[in-house]
């Protein structure tokens, strides 16, 4: 079979491609981080969505996005402490 089309190449490819994906060093905090900021993203790009949840929060669309902004620089909190080996 040809070389090019092995799962692990597709893996590899679908990583380098969409960095969301995370790779094998990615760590739980890191991944939870890219979902939860991709989640935002959407909800903040969608302007459908955006009047739907301000309408079930009874906020501006204006006030519920800049709260969805915040959110993104720390979704999952402040990342875990390192221990001396460098891993979380």
């Known amino acids: 079979m040809n070389e ?5 190449n597709q893996i590899e490819h679908n990583n ?3 960095t969301g994906t995370g790779t094998p060093d990615t760590t ?3 991944y939870g981080t890219n979902i939860q900021r ?3 993203a959407s909800h903040i790009g969608h302007y459908s969505r955006m ?6 929060e009874n906020e501006t669309t ?3 996005r800049h709260q969805m902004l915040l959110k ?3 979704p999952c909190g402040p990342p875990p ?3 001396k080996k460098g891993e979380f």
């Open 81 to 83: 402490e390192k221990n």
């Open 62 to 64: 204006f006030r519920l």
């Open 38 to 40: 991709d989640a935002l």
């Open 72 to 74: 993104m620089v720390q």
């Open 16 to 18: 380098l491609r969409v």
């Open 51 to 56: 009047i739907y949840f301000a309408t079930a």
């Open 4 to 8: 090019r089309f092995t799962f692990q």
């Open 28 to 30: 739980k905090w890191e």
